[in-house]
């Protein structure tokens, strides 16, 4: 009978460490979330732009000048970085390739995206293009973005 009280109190700690352990993942988990929206925040994607030959970079100027030439004209819009990321879902699916842009600046993300809003469609060659945020996947499948 004393066998039996004695173990109750292991059992109760055994629960408490194990929701401790779970709160301490989580929290890690919005750590590293918080740690690569950081690193994303200045990014800006571009989707529904069809593959070519031509710089990315290029191509980013190319579509700030023809969407938003007021705002290229206020601010230094070159993009600090370009680059076309893999296909995640079907790689055998011929849609094209999303853009990131790194922006050298989180304010010029922040107008630019601004903007696209107001303008509410914006093109590339005839073709309608969508400007987002690049965020985290994990803060994507929150739906925090």
């Not at 194990?18 to 740690?35: A, S």
């Not at 030439?69 to 600090?80: F, H, S, Y």
Request: proline content about 6%.
């Amino acid at each position: 009978m004393n066998k039996e009280k004695d173990q109750m109190p292991y059992l109760k700690d055994g629960k408490s460490k194990d929701t401790q352990l779970e709160i301490t993942c989580q929290d890690y988990k919005n750590n590293v979330r918080r740690i690569w929206d950081t690193i994303k925040d200045p990014n800006i994607q571009l989707i529904s732009i069809p593959e070519e030959n031509q710089d990315v970079e290029q191509l980013s100027e190319e579509i700030m000048m023809e969407n938003f030439p007021n705002l290229v004209k206020e601010m230094d819009i070159k993009p600090q970085e370009a680059q076309r990321i893999p296909k995640i879902r079907d790689p055998k699916r011929s849609t094209p390739r999303h853009i990131i842009i790194k922006m050298p600046k989180v304010k010029n993300k922040e107008r630019i995206l601004k903007a696209a809003r107001v303008k509410q469609i914006v093109t590339y060659k005839g073709i309608t293009i969508r400007l987002a945020a690049d965020f985290s996947k994990e803060t994507m499948q929150d739906g925090k973005a």
